[in-house]
Nanobody
Framework: QVQLVESGGGLVQPGGSLTLSCAVSGSAGTIFSMSWYRQLPGKQRELVASITNIPSGGSANYADSAKGRFTISRDNAKNTVYLQMNNLKPEDTAIYYC?????????WGQGTQVTVSS
């Protein structure tokens, strides 16, 4: 059974940093891409960043709100994706979800809360 387990969320002051991790377990298939989404209170879930699994060098994409502040990376050997978040703002407060495309199926993690507040 495929499981995505996120970690690294928490409370941080404005301007601070956090790194989220998401580990995929139980998969016997190819992980084509991994992404981070977030859901702000009262809003729909939105894409934050994604990265493809190309052995020669995966390509990353970012939402405009994440460009210049967030960095997505992955460790293929560990089936883990990371989201380094710098210069966090109160409007980044949300539940962050990991998503993985494995073979032809999308899987979701349970979410991790990120709160940016002084």
């Amino acid at each position: 059974q495929v499981q995505l387990v996120e970690s690294g969320g928490g409370l941080v002051q404005p301007g601070g940093s956090l790194t989220l991790s998401c580990a995929v377990s139980g998969s016997a298939g190819t992980i084509f891409s991994m992404s981070w989404y977030r859901q702000l209170p009262g809003k729909q879930r939105e894409l934050v960043a994604s990265i493809t699994n190309i052995p020669s060098g995966g390509s990353a994409n970012y939402a405009d709100s994440a460009k210049g502040r967030f960095t997505i990376s992955r460790d293929n050997a560990k089936n883990t994706v990371y989201l380094q978040m710098n210069n966090l703002k109160p409007e980044d407060t949300a539940i962050y979800y990991c998503n993985a495309l494995i073979q032809t199926t999308y899987y979701w993690g349970q979410g991790t809360q990120v709160t940016v507040s002084s």
